[in-house]
């Protein structure tokens, strides 16, 4: 019955605490047992059980008093670790911030705080959140739950046991993959992912999971660690359409303490239950069918168009004619960017700092030799390159009226009357670890990217939702891109499919056991 309660939804959960079929405090406890069970997918850099369990106990004492503080009150949500959280450590899986402690919370984690929602710890991901993999912050990859899961066993031979130290097991996709990892594998209800190019929809595509990317200037950037200050925002990393809007409910708005959310009053939204497809006009880009996209992906992606068509949407073929040039746009000014954005790191303001003593210049640079990794290094290096005096027209002006055909590209196919556009999230399907590291992390993350970076380059919202099976037992993700703004009609549209496809429950066999077994101490009414 744990089991079954973990896998329950954030709506069923919340459900479940208000009528007092399971306590905060057991909630909480039964995650936190479960991130021990887990701890080999390596999802948390870091586990706040002692303040976890506290905010549990209050949480209690408010529904004891009848007054929980909102939905998500007891609710074990995790934050990916480049959002900063006040007394707790915020790495950036970088140890240039080994043992950074930050004096306060990001906006959106202190909205979950306020609702009552209790922080079970901080997520893996990619250094600085610069990658597609997880596979490169400095406390070592995440592993996807999906490696370990009936369903791909069944399918492939079982590659290794959880606890082998070896490297078949599949990666998470990323830069957020601890929080698709620690969603998907039920330790918690909801986590927080940020999304600069795709970081929050890849990793959800790969490990079955909704990501959710809303409209750039809808969420608060505030106490986020930057990457690409233009692109950034915060994501939703949920097991469903109906959590994510949920989550969105309580993040979106104005925050005095970022200038880019805008003004206008953010209206909490509710999902239609009965939806009508002849109302939309779902467009579908020729140019995604893009190289190196996989067949069964593409099968996947025709099959979704096709369940749009026979609904009764108006289903059309449309062209985005830039999207060829968005990886090199993006990846200019990221670099851009991250030049700017790291100069604080120099070991005399903020971070680690080297010992050695020669000069100021050697010191910055033995700091930033010993703290960040090579990734993140190339890009300061790049970013640098693209900005020089003599460079600067070449490479940032031009990637940034590129930006702007991008941009425009999408408005023209709105303006045409398409309400949603239907792609594919990533090209493949999850990969083994073993495979991801032959490659040149740095090529292949770019050119993973190439169905989500143009979303945000443009600031449009974007969700990636499970669809399918693979053949191997692997999800695939398809992604929804809406209007800014428009998030009702995209996860509206976003509801409609999930309903359609019902994805299967990842089945983690034998890992999950343990927790089924103590089932005689639950309720059976749980879900009732
Ligand atoms: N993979 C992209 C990058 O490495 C996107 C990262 C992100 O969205 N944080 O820059």
């Not at 069923?12 to 887990?38: D, F, M, P, Y």
């Not at 206008?264 to 006009?281: A, E, G, T």
């Not at 999230?425 to 999850?430: G, K, P, R, V, Y």
């Not at 590291?437 to 993973?448: F, H, V």
């Amino acid at each position: 019955m744990a089991g079954k309660m973990l896998r329950a939804s954030l709506r069923e959960i919340s459900a479940a605490l208000k009528k007092g079929h399971v306590s905060s405090t057991e909630l909480c406890q039964k995650c936190l047992s479960l991130i021990k069970t887990t701890k080999f997918l390596n999802a948390y850099i870091t586990v706040t059980e002692d303040t976890a369990l506290n905010q549990a106990q209050a949480s209690e004492e408010r529904y004891r008093q009848g007054q929980p503080l909102g939905d998500l009150d007891g609710v074990p949500v995790a934050v990916k670790d480049n959002f900063s959280t006040a007394g707790i450590e915020t790495t950036c899986a970088s140890k240039m911030l080994k043992g950074y402690i930050p004096p306060y919370n990001a906006t959106v984690v202190q909205k979950l705080l306020d609702q009552g929602a209790v922080l079970l710890g901080k997520t893996n991901l990619d250094e600085f959140a610069m990658g597609s993999g997880s596979t490169d912050g400095a406390f070592g990859p995440v592993r996807n739950p999906w490696s370990y899961s009936r369903q791909y066993r069944e399918k492939c031979a079982p590659t290794s046991c959880a606890q082998h130290e070896d490297t078949s097991w599949l990666i998470t996709g990323g830069s957020s993959g601890g929080s698709a990892a620690a969603v998907s594998s039920f330790t918690c209800f909801a986590a927080l992912g940020s999304d600069s190019g795709g970081s929050t929809r890849n990793p959800a595509s790969l490990c079955g999971v909704v990501g959710l990317k809303p409209t750039y200037g809808l969420i608060s950037r505030y106490g986020l660690i930057p990457l690409v200050n233009s692109m950034d925002v915060p994501g939703i990393l949920t097991r469903c359409v109906e959590d994510a809007a949920a989550v969105l409910g309580v993040l979106g708005g104005h925050d005095p303490k970022d200038s880019t959310t805008v003004q206008d009053p953010f209206c909490q939204f509710q999902l239609p239950n009965v939806i009508d497809m002849k109302n939309f006009c779902i467009g579908v880009p020729k140019e995604y069918n893009a190289p190196g996209l996989s067949s069964e992906i593409l099968a996947m992606w025709s099959k979704a168009a096709d369940l749009f068509e026979k609904a009764g949407a108006k289903v059309m073929e449309v062209s985005l004619p830039h999207t060829a040039h968005s990886i090199v746009c993006y990846h200019v000014l990221c670099a851009a960017d991250v030049a700017s954005n790291m100069a604080r790191f120099d070991g005399l303001e903020y971070g680690h700092c080297s010992s050695a003593d020669q000069s100021t210049e050697a010191l910055i640079a033995a700091t930033r030799r010993e703290g960040l990794n090579d990734v993140v290094r190339g890009r300061i290096l790049s970013g640098n390159y693209f900005l020089l005096k003599q460079n600067y027209d070449n490479y940032f002006i031009k990637a940034q009226k590129v930006r702007r055909l991008i941009a425009t590209d999408f408005a023209k196919v709105f303006r045409s009357g398409v309400d949603i556009l239907l792609t594919p999230t990533t090209l493949n399907q999850a990969m083994s670890y073993q495979e991801f590291i032959k490659e040149d992390n740095r090529t292949r993350s770019a050119q993973d990217d190439i169905f989500t970076q143009a979303a945000n380059m443009a600031g449009l919202p974007a969700v990636s939702i499970p669809a399918a099976l693979s053949g191997e037992g692997l999800p695939i993700g398809l992604q929804f891109i809406g209007r800014a703004f428009h998030e009702l009609q995209l996860l509206t549209v976003a509801r409609w499919f999930e309903k359609q496809v019902q994805f299967p429950v990842l089945d983690l066999e034998g890992i999950m056991d343990p927790l089924d077994s103590v089932s005689h101490q639950e309720k059976s009414a749980f879900f009732s």
